[in-house]
């Protein structure tokens, strides 16, 4: 390694460092120096600069690993680095920029579903279905093209992202849907499925053909949600105030909290979610994977007992558990992927990954009954849309499911690595929205828009 080289390698593992917020500047000024004394050191005992900076990184400790040491030492400075940006020059300036970008971004979903009253198409009753129709159209746009901004998207990717959101508003605008109908209904439901792979591709910028770009993705997804449950829980609070306030002295809100605050609140709200995500994530531990290990052994438990009292059912399976089926599976699924995303993959298996497999399992026999009633009940009744999207669905998983669980056990057995199974689970996430998009494209025509 030349010395530019060992520079280079120096400037990266700094940049890295220096991403992670528990760390301030003076400490990752302070950890390069030690660094550089660690490798000074191996060379004049005779290693080479290359073996000197691997060794001297190696005796450092993993990045993370010292995030978490400052972390502990500064608390009171990382508790505040949670609501207020660094003040280290450059740093600062970004988090600003990209705060006001997020602040515009909100303000503009806020406006977007508003912006239809303007041409004549309040939010009242008679028009419900054109605000169903286009809910995940009014923010997920705006969110893809706060990512691309801040990702620096290429021309070719954007144009492509611009044409997906066109088309998806093309579809479900000009379908001549019957009222109440059941292909309606299905694609309200996907299209926000389908459209989440334009945003993670925005995500994840130049990086979404990459495992790790992917997986980065599936953790951002995981922590917008809990974030969004956690601002949706306080907006609630502030509306339930504001109505008790103003009712207690005669002022109706009713219209102002029906017609503004919920849809203008919820839109924002999901962009500031994100925007906390991406701000935060460096600070605090993601909860995603910490819910996943409090979650999984007791999904465990459940799904275990479920199967052994199934045979018992007196009437089979009705056609309300096969929706809380697929729900429970996609829970499963979700919990899988989390763990995964946390989990590191050089690491030996453990109890933990003995409890996944048993989960994926179990999962696996419920979605194999929940087949089971759905080719029943298509054999009995024919095809519906319903019906078709519901196999559709658990055919997915269970393929999913199955291969996982094969790469879980081949890894139990030290005969599989575990980046398989990542690979595994990113590569499979265009499965879902290719689905979702085939539900809302092709199953109106299909079943003649009923």
Not at 215 to 243: K, N, P
Not at 253 to 275: D, H, K, Q, S, Y
Request: charge should be neutral; include cysteine.
């Amino acid at each position: 390694m030349t010395t530019d080289s060992l520079e280079s390698q120096i400037s990266r593992w700094r940049a890295y460092l220096a991403a992670r917020r528990a760390v301030a500047t003076q400490d990752v000024a302070e950890l390069e120096d030690h660094l550089r004394e660690q490798i000074d050191g191996l060379q004049r005992s005779g290693l080479d600069p290359d073996e000197a900076f691997l060794v001297a990184v190696k005796r450092m400790g993993s990045l993370d690993a010292l995030s978490l040491q400052f972390a502990r030492e500064h608390s009171a400075r990382l508790w505040k680095q949670l609501v207020m940006p660094a003040t280290d020059g450059g740093g600062d300036a970004a988090a600003r920029a990209d705060a006001r970008a997020a602040g515009l971004a909100a303000i503009g979903a806020a406006l977007a579903i508003k912006l239809p009253a303007l041409f004549g198409i309040p939010m009242v009753d008679a028009y419900a279905g054109f605000y169903l129709h286009n809910l995940s159209l009014f923010v997920l746009p705006i969110l893809t093209a706060y990512f691309g901004w801040k990702r620096q998207l290429d021309p070719i990717t954007t144009r492509w992202l611009v044409a997906a959101f066109l088309g998806a508003a093309a579809v479900v605008n000009l379908y001549p849907y019957s009222p109440g109908g059941h292909t309606e209904g299905l694609a309200v439901l996907h299209l926000p499925i389908a459209l989440w792979l334009a945003v993670g591709i925005a995500y994840a910028g130049g990086r979404w053909g990459s495992v790790a770009g992917r997986m980065d993705f599936v953790r951002f997804t995981g922590e917008l949600f809990i974030y969004g449950v956690l601002l949706a829980l306080g907006w609630g609070v502030l509306i339930g105030l504001t109505a008790a306030l103003f009712g207690a002295i005669g002022v109706p809100v009713e219209t102002l909290i029906g017609r503004w605050l919920l849809p203008c609140g919820g839109m924002a709200g999901i962009v500031v979610a994100a925007w906390l995500v991406e701000a935060k994530q460096s600070v605090i531990e993601n909860m995603a994977p910490v819910l996943t290990r409090v979650f999984t052994p007791l999904f465990a438990v459940v799904l275990v007992v479920f199967l052994l009292a199934l045979p018992f059912a007196e009437h089979g399976i009705p056609r309300d558990l096969l929706i809380t089926f697929d729900l429970v599976l996609v829970v499963v699924l979700g919990l899988l992927l989390y763990a995964v995303s946390a989990r590191d993959a050089a690491a030996p298996a453990g109890p933990f990954d003995l409890l996944q497999v048993i989960l994926v399992v179990a999962a696996l026999l419920v979605d194999a009954a929940a087949l089971g009633a759905i080719v029943l009940r298509i054999s009995e009744y024919g095809f519906s849309p319903n019906r078709t999207a519901a196999l559709g669905l658990n055919l997915i998983l269970l393929a999913n499911l199955a291969w996982s669980a094969l790469l879980y056990a081949g890894f139990l057995r030290a005969r599989t690595p575990f980046s398989a199974l990542e690979r595994w689970q990113t590569a499979y996430l265009p499965v879902y929205a290719g689905w979702a998009a085939l539900v809302v494209i092709g199953f109106p025509p299909l079943f003649a828009f009923i």
